[in-house]
């Protein structure tokens, strides 16, 4: 549970009442979402889950480039050791293409050439009677080959960290879009629960985007959010979340915040904001911060937004702040 008492200090004010204790028609309707966040439910679609889920995970290019090295050594002493019964040379793309997945074009072609040079050299060891040109094309073919793996392997990476991109994030601003926040969220959520460190949760609606829009355009407009995002990018902390989750709606998380630190970050974007260029911006937000209790994210956000609409009622441009409410044993502490 969550309550907040009233102080006033220039724009903040900590209202008298619960949250709780807004009426339902506080609540909106018909959010317009951002760019991007429709794409998630394309990827559910027949081509979801086409890649194991070992390739989705994040590899060091060096550690990438070590299993692929091991790999590599493996394969060349079993092709020397089958002789020329055996053709291994299939089986040297695979430490081509784990490096070229998890490292990247230029260390993907590399290896592309050591694979071939391996392969040649285990080839000339052989007793038979070759000639030298023979070895020479022999390592020229596979590398091409191996060349046209690597090419169609990191064009494919590329594709679906786009289309990941896509999915989560907002195109406009960079910022993620609601289903990734709340995925991250719920994690840092749960981090904080279990550490008991507390954490803030602020919602902001910047105030008259759609005057903007209609007074100069709809270019203005995105040109107002733009200036916003990069505000909110020199303000915060690399540890702190972002996301876009309505036309001119973010939701900002930040961890091991309580509530006098979330507004003093609040009010360091207002000053950045107030002197934004070609005009000032100017927001509305409501601030949840405090040791979480039993919340989830979807709790903290309908009570942040709450809180954002009082300020809006209030006459915009200001912050209105409460703090979590830790339940002990049959005891109610506030963390105020």
């Known amino acids: 549970m969550i309550g907040f008492r009233s102080v006033a200090v220039g724009h903040i004010r900590r209202a008298d009442r619960s949250v709780g204790s807004f009426p339902p028609e506080c609540l909106r309707q018909n959010r317009r979402e951002p760019i991007g966040s429709g794409v998630k439910t394309i990827l559910a679609g027949p081509t979801a889950g086409r890649t194991p889920r070992w390739l989705d995970r994040q590899l060091s290019p060096a550690i990438a480039i070590g299993i692929s090295a091991v790999v590599l050594l493996g394969v060349a002493a079993g092709d020397f050791l089958t002789g020329p019964y055996l053709v291994f040379a299939t089986f040297y793309l695979a430490p081509v293409a784990f490096t070229a997945w998890f490292a990247g074009r230029v260390p993907g072609l590399v290896m592309a ?5 391996s392969g040649v050299i285990v080839t000339a060891v052989d007793p038979r009677e070759v000639t030298p040109p023979i070895y020479v094309l022999n390592g020229v073919f596979r590398f091409i080959t191996y060349s046209v793996v690597v090419l169609l392997v990191t064009a494919e990476k590329s594709a679906m960290d786009t289309i990941r991109s896509l999915a989560s994030t907002d195109q406009l601003t960079g910022f993620l879009n609601r289903p990734r926040f709340y995925e991250l969220a719920g994690r840092e959520l749960a981090r904080a629960t279990r550490s008991r460190q507390p954490l803030a949760l602020v919602y902001i609606d910047v105030d008259e985007l759609k005057q903007r829009n209609d007074t100069y355009g709809h270019e203005a407009g995105d040109a107002m959010l733009a200036a916003f995002a990069a505000a909110v990018r020199g303000t915060l902390r690399a540890t702190d979340l972002v996301a876009r989750v309505g036309g001119d709606e973010f939701i900002l998380l930040l961890p ?23 005009l000032p911006i100017r927001f509305s937000a409501g601030v949840v911060a405090g040791v979480v209790g039993d919340d989830d994210v979807e709790s903290l956000v309908r009570r942040a937004d709450l809180l954002m609409l009082e300020a809006k009622r209030a006459g915009r441009g200001r912050t209105v702040a409460a703090g979590c409410v830790v339940t002990q044993g049959s005891a109610t502490v506030s963390s105020e």
């Open 113 to 117: 050439i050591v694979a071939s040079c």
């Open 256 to 278: 091991e915040a309580d509530a006098d630190s979330a507004v003093a970050i609040v009010e360091r974007l207002r000053e950045r904001l107030e002197i934004a260029e070609p």
